[in-house]
């Protein structure tokens, strides 16, 4: 039986005689590619944490493209329907008896000179037809479909391998959009052709107008919720809206929007009672990063360096996560300071505290590492809700944090923080029996020593034995 | 994107390219989509350069784009946005019938994405179980999961007499 270290090193042994070969001219071809994209004005971004809602540039509206991780992904709980095929039947909307038009839309090209290339589908033309056309909130939009002349060969056509199981339906979409009346000339392509699997029903927002457009199967119902909530008590909820479904296709005004990525939206579509599917939309519309919002630093702000300038970027990406803006949190730095480095670089853990509305508070560490040339890189290494309380100066916070990450050759080297009321004068880790691992002395209530195996929870205490807290490492908060 | 920014991309890209690529192509299972990974997501890096340099952040996110963009669904969509007929041709298949590697690459690829990927980021990588859920955007106990599943298949596979699970080469050794 292969052994955990026997996996580890063949696994090394695999990636270097498999990984494809330097392309010493990679980094001036990226450049170029996306210097050509930039001057033809049209990106196209997979949203983070990789999997959230997508965000769709349109040349009418992009200044510049905004894919930039944004938490946790956007999770696709719910099962597939089987069987129906949501985007069949005659066109849907409120422009479908406009058979000149629809007609028109059916009729135009999918890829163009600011889309080409890449594999992409372009259906003939007689196996396109219009499955949705209408007006939306500040312009027209529709949704046209034809063949996937891109289906993946080889491998990539193994349902076991490929990951994207859309790309080997015989059906590709694009969605069109336009301003306000337009015509189908006015309409140009707003998606990024690709193949989809036509049980799964299908959403589009734009994040500058509010609009959002989910297309089911007739019959179906659809419910949309804006955001996560966040009570007091630190527990999550969402709260579900009916949009009014009319043959399955769903046309809802949110208000307008921010223009920046949002990936706290979710759209359900209910059928015969039951919810078939939780999903973000793709969207469209953002335009730039928000600025900074603003930090305080608890325990007075350091010296400038990599991993205490991460502080920003991750409060940015806690707004777009809740569906948040700046002026309803306040984001506050508990600890930001060095760690044991595995080697020369410059290791460093930053805790940020985030306030909601509702007084909870999300506590979000990160990790980073950083060569003396400055080059380096940073990583999440724990999360957790608590409810409202204390001031955040006199809470303690446990962080487990491992460093580096992903990066195979050099063994992890374990850190554990602990952050504490400044009268708090030692740390005792516990196992989960309650027995004692061992101590740490603090230091202003913060000690970076040396996780212990068992650890379950550390006790703080004062100069006379009194315990103050005894408080878990934090865990991962996974957003639905 | 300024001339010294542009210099400190392509600086980033030839120190971390092939540690990026090593990582990238037990993702994927394949050189093809290794690069297909890796390009995604040093266009999306570029294109936001100034600012994930400014934060220090360019190989996580790099790495991060990576692995959402190998286990999301949307891959496809991801990957579309790159104008593939400008990269080099894809290299051919480096480990053949006689690597003794090759039934573990094989059993490696055997596995669902998101299993591959757990297994990956934790015995590859050396991500703890906290780090790899927040890469892949899923809990600790969903990482462990997938990486206990993960490793039982893969002795299984490894174990078998005809090991099914291959998809490419023929398997010469067994563990």
Same mark, same amino acid.
């Given at each position: ?354 306030? /909601?509305?509702?007084? =909870?508070?999300?506590?979000? @560490? *990160? %990790?980073? $590492?950083?060569?003396? +040339? #400055? ?40 850190? /554990?923080?602990?952050? =504490?009321?400044?009268?708090? @004068? *030692? %740390?005792? $880790?516990?196992?989960? +029996? #309650? ?46 | ?175």
């Amino acid at each position: 039986m292969i052994t955990e270290t026997d996996l580890r090193d063949r696994l090394h042994r695999i990636a270097e005689a498999t990984a494809p070969p330097e392309d010493p001219f990679l980094a001036s071809r990226i450049a170029a590619v996306s210097r050509s994209r930039r001057r033809q004005r049209v990106g196209v971004t997979a949203l983070v944490a990789g999997v959230a809602a997508l965000v769709v540039a349109v040349p009418a509206v992009l200044s510049g493209p905004t894919d930039v991780p944004a938490g946790p992904a956007t999770p696709v709980p719910a099962e597939v329907p089987a069987g129906v095929d949501v985007l069949a039947g005659p066109t849907r909307g409120s422009l479908a008896g406009d058979a000149a038009f629809v007609e028109a839309l059916r009729q135009k090209p999918w890829l163009g000179p600011g889309l080409s290339g890449g594999g992409m589908p372009e259906p003939p033309l007689e196996t396109r037809r219009v499955v949705w056309a209408g007006d939306v909130a500040g312009g027209r939009w529709a949704l046209v479909v034809g063949e996937n002349t891109a289906r993946p060969q080889g491998d990539a056509a193994d349902p076991e391998l490929q990951t994207d199981l859309g790309a080997l339906s015989g059906t590709a979409m694009l969605w069109f959009t336009g301003p306000p009346g337009a015509d189908a000339a006015r309409m140009v392509p707003a998606s990024v052709p690709r193949g989809v699997d036509v049980t799964r029903p299908v959403a589009y927002t734009s994040t500058t107008t509010g609009a959002l457009v989910v297309i089911a199967a007739p019959g179906d119902t659809v419910e949309f919720s804006r955001r996560p909530d966040v009570a007091a008590d630190a527990t999550v909820s969402r709260a579900w809206e009916p949009a009014e479904t009319v043959d399955g296709v769903a046309v809802v005004a949110l208000g307008e929007g921010s223009g920046f990525p949002d990936a706290a939206l979710r759209y359900r579509v209910v059928r015969d009672g039951t919810e078939v599917l939780v999903s973000g939309p793709d969207n469209v519309g953002a335009s730039s990063m928000l600025d900074d919002p603003d930090v305080e630093w608890l325990r007075g702000e350091p010296e400038a360096t990599a991993g205490s300038g991460t502080a920003p970027l991750r409060a940015q990406q806690v707004l777009w996560t809740l569906g948040l803006r700046p002026d309803q949190v306040r984001f506050a730095v508990v600890w930001a300071g060095a760690v044991p480095s595995p080697d020369e670089r410059l290791a460093e853990v930053l805790l940020l505290a985030v306030t /909601l509305p509702s007084g =909870a508070v999300y506590l979000e @560490a *990160t %990790a980073s $590492l950083t060569s003396p +040339d #400055g080059s380096g890189g940073a990583a999440g290494c724990g999360s957790e809700l608590r409810p409202a309380g204390p001031p955040l100066l006199e809470r303690t916070y446990v962080l487990s944090c491992s460093l580096p990450f992903a990066e195979g050759e050099t063994p992890g080297r374990p850190s /554990l923080v602990v952050v =504490a009321p400044p009268s708090a @004068a *030692t %740390a005792r $880790l516990l196992d989960a +029996d #309650g027995e004692v691992l061992g101590s740490y002395v603090l230091r202003d209530g913060v000690v970076v020593g040396e996780p212990v195996d068992g650890l379950a929870t550390v006790q703080t205490l004062t100069t006379d034995g009194a315990v103050l807290a005894e408080t878990a490492p934090m865990g991962s908060v996974e957003w639905e | 994107m300024r001339e010294d920014d542009d210099g400190a991309f392509a600086d980033f890209v030839s120190r971390e390219q092939p540690a990026l690529l090593r990582l990238a192509v037990l993702l994927a299972g394949d050189r093809g989509h290794a690069e297909d990974l890796l390009q995604t997501a040093l266009i999306k890096a570029y294109r936001h350069w100034p600012r994930i340099s400014a934060a220090g952040t360019p190989t996580a996110y790099v790495r991060r784009v990576l692995v959402t963009s190998h286990t999301s669904w949307r891959r496809r969509l991801s990957t579309t946005e790159q104008v593939v007929e400008t990269f080099p041709d894809r290299a051919d298949e480096a480990a053949g019938p006689g690597d003794p590697d090759e039934e573990l690459r094989a059993a490696l690829r055997s596995l669902p994405p998101r299993m591959r990927t757990a297994v990956v980021l934790r015995y590859y990588a050396d991500l703890s179980l906290q780090q790899t859920a927040e890469a892949m955007g899923c809990s600790a106990s969903a990482v462990d999961t997938q990486t206990s599943r993960g490793l039982a298949r893969l002795r299984a596979a490894l174990a078998a007499p005809e090991p099914a699970a291959a998809t490419a080469g023929t398997p010469e050794e067994r563990s």
